[in-house]
């Protein structure tokens, strides 16, 4: 079992920036691709980014390119997401997740069998 535990987010201008954090526990050896997803009100959960088990590889959704930067540390199983130019449309809650499968797309909620607690962004206009 992998437990995720998030800090972070909050309140921010539009134009502003945020930081997450996902502090991996219990078996992160079991862990490979780690991912962000968030989930608007009224909205469906969806993919925001993913980064493989090295930390070499990493994708985003296209409304958060450029803006949007996940990253790792093993060492210290943590993974963050860094939120640059942040608009009101990046309001949502925030969820990390981690896989345990060893292939995959990594797009998608199913590939995930762990996941943090959420924690809300809110971009005020």
């Known amino acids: 079992q992998v437990q995720l535990v998030q800090s972070g987010g909050g309140l921010a201008q539009a134009g502003g920036s945020l930081r997450l954090s996902c502090a991996a526990s219990g078996r992160p050896i079991d862990v490979t691709a780690m991912a962000w997803f968030r989930q608007a009100q009224g909205k469906e959960r969806e993919f925001v980014a993913t980064?493989?088990?090295?930390?070499?590889?990493?994708y985003y959704t296209d409304s958060v390119k450029g803006r949007f930067t996940i990253s790792r540390d093993n060492g210290r199983n943590t993974v963050w997401l860094q939120m640059n130019s942040l608009t009101p449309e990046d309001t949502a809650v925030y969820y990390c997740a981690a896989s345990s499968q060893p292939y995959g797309t990594y797009y998608y909620a199913e590939e995930y069998a762990y996941w943090g607690q959420g924690t809300q962004v809110t971009v005020a206009s």
């Open positions: 980064i493989s088990r090295d930390g070499a590889l990493n």
